[in-house]
Every structure is written in structure tokens, then in C-alpha cells.
């Protein structure tokens, strides 16, 4: 992760005025339901632009995207039970 300083003092500002602080930190906030809801968004895009609005006229998934449907765990996410594709693949 790079910092980039936008607005305040400086560290080297505020080392000066606290010269005998033994920490400086930041801190992030990282919601995970806002990234899978832009995993979503950007799925739900790409779906849009490969077949047109019209399957997706009525879809759950924009409520969950929007955040009215808390339930993004039911659409993004992994698959905790048994492998669904060919062990040689859907090719063969």
C-alpha cells in the first residue's frame, strides 16, 4: 500500500512538534461488503454488455449493488461444496 499525502501537516511537520512520539500509523477502512458489491458491479456490467439489458430487466442483484439487499454473500463469493465442473474440464 503507497501513502499518499493529500491535505495536513507533513510527517516531517508533525515529527517536529511531537519529537518524542515512538509511532506514526494510518488508518484504512476496508469494508468487505462494498468491495463485493463492486465485484458485482463490474460482473454485472460486463453481463449487461455481452447481452443487453434485457435478461437482467429483473434481477436481484441490483438492489444488492445499490445496498437495499444485504445478501451480497448469496451472490458473491466462493463455493464451499463439491467441484460442479469435470475434473477434465467442460471441454472434454
Known sequence: ??????????????????PNADFVGMHTNFSPEDFARTVA???Y????FVLGPAPF??????EVILGKDHHIGHY???WE????IPSGGWLT
Open 1 to 18: 500500500m503507497d501513502m499518499l499525502h493529500l491535505a495536513g501537516p507533513s510527517f516531517k511537520e508533525v515529527s517536529a512538534k511531537y
Open 41 to 43: 458491479k463490474i460482473a
Open 45 to 48: 456490467c460486463a453481463a449487461i
Open 57 to 62: 430487466s429483473n434481477s436481484p442483484i441490483k
Open 76 to 78: 458473491v463469493g466462493c
Open 81 to 84: 461444496r463439491e467441484e460442479i
